[in-house]
């Protein structure tokens, strides 16, 4: 069999810019790689074989023991604002093979996780276990099925070798696909370290990938940094709509596109509260749930520094443009989130009271410990019984407003029904349930766990018998939940 027979087809783009943005990579082969994971619906996406790309070459290729035809890998460098504290990085335990190019045309980012040592390794062995690779494909994959936008996952394979970190783990590779990589940190990096005309090929570069449709427009780059601050205004008003909590919002895991990516320390929020926070390293709640939107800000406004000198040659005009673009984000993400709520509600117009009516809501929820995801759904299929929140007055009082707010609608009930259907999950990824399969998968080489609760994630706006189990919350525990980043 030869290579092309699985259907790559890449090009090199990053490759193309200057040699400061990244370093080309010899491979990191593995020992014994075997693959335990592969994504058929991404591969077939990609114009990929699934059946060449389980054979011995084709893990070869996934594991980075042997390049892909038209491949060129490297290692990204990019900085970061971690936990507020400016950063050099880059991809420490990664490498880009290149980007695929699709039969319908589009392009998206092939890169490896866990691949081995690159000279961002700042002194780690550019290794990953097993767990968090699997956490990724499972998280990532829900989150597409949930409709907010991601990079994805199309295999995980076992390398044969132990990694140490609290103590041996399995050793494996994450082939991870994103419609980029670039993130604010790479903007972050080169406004570091690099020139003004190096700032302008990063900027145009990501217009021409990811905006193509700023010719025209007075100025490109505060186009750009409008465009940034829309996607990122949405994708985060997602977030809070279903209760994700990324854990490790640095600028450096900000992408330019308005995907999710890097999910180290992420997980749902079962009961409600704005304060739940659970990566082991957020020791001060800086990525609490509650915080997620003004970190978005915050990130942003990096962001817009990096493009001062692009913006306007004048500093303190390109400032102000600036300024005047950053401050239309809170808005934009306001917007964003309300209605969502309201679509969450039922609600298709907008009266003056809805905001304060969500708040309510959201407020007895968090008073008595309601689990955010099944309160919506009982609200969704009219079981207002199944929540903790029945038989509270407060409760019974905000029911019946909500009741008179859906009666002021034009629409029939069953609409307004399948409208919360359509934005309500009856299941998320669980923390236990994950776990579980974590567990399965790592500790007794089962993967059956894990392809049930796919299955699940697959269609979470559905109700089936089969799902029941996973809407379940877990038993009272002494110990709070806690994520880790898997570095």
């Not at 186009?223 to 829309?230: A, D, E, T």
């Not at 990122?232 to 330019?256: C, E, P, R």
């Not at 704005?274 to 970190?295: E, L």
Request: proline share 5%; net charge negative; with cysteine.
């Amino acid at each position: 069999m030869t290579k092309n027979k699985i259907g790559w087809n890449f090009d090199n783009s990053y490759a193309r810019l200057p040699h400061t943005f990244y370093t080309a990579l010899s491979l990191n082969p593995v020992e014994s790689p075997n693959l335990v994971v592969l994504n058929h619906s991404v591969a077939q996406a990609l114009g990929l074989d699934s059946d060449s790309l389980q054979s011995e070459a084709g893990i070869a290729m996934l594991a980075g023991n042997e390049v892909p035809d038209g491949a060129l890998p490297l290692a990204q460098a990019y900085a970061g604002h971690q936990f507020g504290h400016f950063n050099m990085l880059g991809d420490g335990r990664a490498l880009l093979l290149g980007e695929q190019i699709t039969p319908s045309g589009d392009r998206f980012d092939i890169g490896l996780k866990g691949s081995g040592r690159t000279p961002y390794s700042r002194g780690g062995d550019g290794r990953a276990a097993l767990g968090p690779m699997l956490r990724e494909y499972i998280i990532s994959e829900a989150m597409h099925a949930l409709g907010i936008p991601t990079s994805r996952s199309l295999a995980v394979v076992t390398t044969g070798e132990s990694i140490i970190r609290e103590k041996e783990l399995p050793g494996a590779i994450l082939t991870r696909i994103a419609s980029s990589h670039l993130r604010v940190g790479t903007f972050q990096y080169v406004a570091q370290w690099g020139n003004e005309e190096e700032m302008r090929i990063l900027a145009d570069t990501t217009l021409a990938r990811h905006f193509p449709n700023f010719n025209g427009v007075p100025n490109r780059y505060i186009y750009l940094l409008q465009q940034v601050i829309k996607r990122q205004a949405s994708l985060i008003a997602k977030w809070q709509l279903v209760g994700f909590i990324h854990g490790v919002m640095n600028t450096d895991n900000m992408t330019i596109s308005g995907e999710t990516i890097d999910y180290g320390p992420c997980a749902f929020m079962d009961t409600y509260d704005p304060a739940t926070v659970f990566s082991s390293i957020d020791r001060q709640g800086r990525y609490a749930y509650g915080n997620q939107p003004q970190i978005g800000g915050w990130n942003l406004t990096r962001f817009a520094e990096t493009l001062l000198p692009l913006i306007h040659e004048d500093p303190e005009e390109a400032v102000n443009l600036a300024q005047e673009a950053i401050q239309q984000y809170p808005q934009l993400y306001y917007t964003n989130w309300i209605s969502g709520m309201r679509a969450k509600l039922g609600l298709f117009n907008e009266e003056e009271q809805d905001e304060s009516l969500i708040e309510e809501l959201l407020g007895l929820m968090q008073q008595h410990r309601a689990d955010y995801t099944n309160t919506f759904r009982a609200l969704t299929l009219d079981k207002t019984e199944d929540t903790v929140l029945f038989g509270i007055k407060e409760f019974e009082n905000w029911y019946n407003k909500w009741l008179a707010r859906l009666d002021r609608q034009e629409e029939s009930k069953a609409t307004c029904q399948q409208l919360m259907r359509d934005n309500n999950p009856a299941v998320i990824p669980r923390n236990h349930r994950v776990e579980e399969a974590l567990e399965a998968a790592v500790e007794h080489d089962d993967y059956s766990v894990m392809e049930r609760l796919l299955v699940v994630l697959a269609n979470p706006f559905v109700d089936s018998a089969k799902q029941e189990k996973y809407t379940t919350l877990p038993e009272p525990t002494d110990c709070p939940y806690q994520t880790f980043c898997g570095t």
